[in-house]
C-alpha cells in the first residue's frame, strides 16, 4: 500500500526487535489488551509463521520508540487474576499519591481529529481500569483515577481523565468495539488458546462484529470498519474459515 517493494534491513530489523522486546513475548500468559481483542487473531501471532507488510509496522514501531523515551523509569509490570484467569499488564505509570494509573497512547495524525470530538476511546478506559485492578491485586491499592495521554506526531499531547474506573465485574462485563462479546468471553476464548486447550481454528470471526466507532452514530459519513479489515494475519483466518484468503 505505501508503494516499496523492498524493505530496508535496517527497518526490519527494527520491526522484529519491537516484537522480540516486548514485554510479553513468548508469554502464554492472557494480556490485559487480549480483553478488548479478537481471540483468533492472538491465537495465529502465536501458534502460526506469518509474513506482514512493515509499511503497516509504522505508527507502532513509532509508539514503541516514543514510548521508550516517556518512559524513563524501569518497567511496571502487573499480574492478577480475573475470573479464574492469570493476566498481566504494563501500564506507563503507576502514583500512590495522587492514586492515578496512566497511559500514554500514540496515534496517527489523522485519528486526533476524531479523538478531540470523541473524546477517550472505551477501549482506553478499560484498560486503564483493568490495570488499576490488578495493581489492587498486586500492590494492595488500588489507582482511583485513570488518565489517558494521547500523542500524535504533529501535535501536542491530549489529556483524558478517566473517573470513576470500572470495577473487576464492570471490566469483565464489558463488551470492546461495539461487539456482542464481552471482556469475559475474550479472556476465556484466549486463554483456551495460549493455554493449548482450543485452537484459533475453531472459535468465530470475532474481529467481523468488532468496529472501530459507533456504528449508531448519525453523523458518521461512512461505515465503521471492522477489526478485520485492519488485521495483519486476515488472509490466514479467513482462509482458514472460508476456504479461501478473502
Known sequence: SCGLTTCDPDYAAAVLRQERDHY???????QVTHLTSCPRKTGIQKREEYAVNPCARSAPLTGTAFHREVKRDAP???????????????????DLEQALVLDWKHQN???????KKEG??????????????LCGQQEGWRP????????????GPLHFRIEPLMSADEILAFKPLYSPYT???????????????????????YGQKMVFGDPADAERKSKPKTMCQYCEVYGICTEAAKGAPW
Do not use: C
Not at 495524525?109 to 479523538?115: K, W
Open 109 to 115: 495524525d489523522f485519528s486526533r481529529n476524531y479523538i
Open 24 to 30: 510479553a513475548f513468548g508469554s502464554s500468559t492472557v
Open 183 to 205: 471482556s469475559r468471553e475474550l479472556l476465556h476464548a484466549t486463554n483456551d488458546i495460549l493455554s493449548g486447550k482450543r485452537s484459533w481454528r475453531d472459535l468465530p470471526l
Open 120 to 133: 477517550a476511546k472505551r477501549e482506553w478506559a478499560h484498560q486503564v481500569s483493568t490495570y488499576a485492578e
Open 144 to 155: 482511583k483515577i485513570g488518565v489517558i495521554v494521547n500523542h500524535t506526531t504533529a501535535a
Open 76 to 94: 511496571i509490570k502487573l499480574q492478577g487474576h480475573l475470573d479464574g484467569v492469570l493476566v498481566m499488564g504494563e501500564p506507563d505509570k503507576l
